[in-house]
């Protein structure tokens, strides 16, 4: 233990080992990231299950020690990733879960924190931006230490959209879904640049207007209910959106990612999580970077914050 220690052993706690959960489990293998993993989940079968279902993976790709817990565990994580919560039904908004989901975080970080856990803590249940802000109030952690998977399933979404559009890999666009992950967020075209080009120019040599652009945005806005009156849920993408999250903090790699990040004045806006590019390491959010927006962006940056907000004192008040 001491050796693995001297190595700088690197340890991932999973609270919540539904679709979504299991899907990033099955991400971090992939990746062969972090020595350990362990996964948490009051169905504690099914966290059985998956750890040794997992753990045959590792002979194709890397040894880890994966494991079913419980919050005990947790005491030496440097990231704990919550998955857990309600999952939305088909015809359910995001918002629809506040209530629910917000007594079923509190029940979750009570116990991380009493186990002396001091990392970072990554949430990606739903509706994301209220729970992650809810998850550091319930944990008293520094705003930086906690955040949220934000638009990085959106900001793919729309980057796998404009690709397909425009014949571009969509790793290099680079263009972000902002504001809340859910029916208010939309896309910051103004500032959007594909290899320093303008987006919104480059779109134009292509044939695609801005209704064009729109219309891809709107699409982008809805593709989960899409997939959710098809499957029944959305997993593979948020899967793996989690997986490069942690990978930046475990490496400490200063990247840039469209998360649920903490505001202090950026957009004209403080005490709330919203989706927003942010540097990425292994202090959790360690700089917000603010896109310029247009006047009409701006605008949307405001309406997504105020429905949040609404949103979460109502939430809270309730509990």
């Known amino acids: 233990m001491d050796f693995i220690m001297a190595l700088g052993r690197q340890k991932v706690a999973l609270v919540g080992d539904g679709a979504v959960g299991s899907s990033f489990a099955f991400a971090m293998m992939q990746q062969g990231i972090a020595e350990e ?158 290899g320093s080009v303008p987006l919104i120019s480059l779109a134009e040599k292509a044939g695609l207007s801005m209704d064009d652009l729109l219309k891809i945005e709107d699409d982008t806005r809805n593709k989960a209910y899409e997939i959710i009156n098809r499957k029944g849920a959305t997993f593979y993408g948020i899967g793996t959106c989690l997986m490069r999250i942690t990978k930046a903090i475990l490496n400490d790699e200063n990247a840039v990612l469209p998360v649920g990040a903490p505001l202090n004045g950026e957009y004209g806006l403080d005490d709330i999580y919203i989706g927003t590019p942010a540097v990425i390491n292994a202090s959790g959010v360690a700089q917000v970077l603010e896109v310029p927006l247009s006047a009409d962006e701006a605008k949307k940056m405001q309406a997504s914050a105020e429905t949040l907000k609404k949103t979460t004192a109502d939430g809270l008040a309730n509990m």
């Open 37 to 194: 993993f362990v996964i948490i989940d009051v169905v504690k079968e099914r966290t059985e299950g998956d750890a040794l279902d997992l753990e045959d993976a590792q002979v194709f790709t890397s040894p880890k020690n994966i494991y079913s817990g419980d919050y005990d565990d947790c005491s030496d994580a440097d990231v704990v990733v919550i998955t857990a919560g309600a999952p939305q039904k088909p015809g359910e908004t995001r918002l629809d879960l506040v209530n629910k989901n917000l007594k079923i975080m509190q029940s979750i970080i009570k116990p991380i924190v009493d186990s002396g856990f001091d990392g970072i803590i990554v949430v990606a249940a739903n509706p994301v931006d209220i729970l992650t802000y809810a998850a550091q109030k319930f944990s008293g952690f520094p705003k930086e230490r906690v955040f949220g998977s934000g638009t990085s399933l959106d900001t793919s979404r729309l980057q796998v959209a404009l690709g397909k559009k425009l014949g571009i890999d969509p790793r290099d666009i680079n263009a972000y879904i902002m504001g809340e992950h859910g029916d208010s967020e939309f896309a910051a075209l103004n500032a959007a640049t594909v």
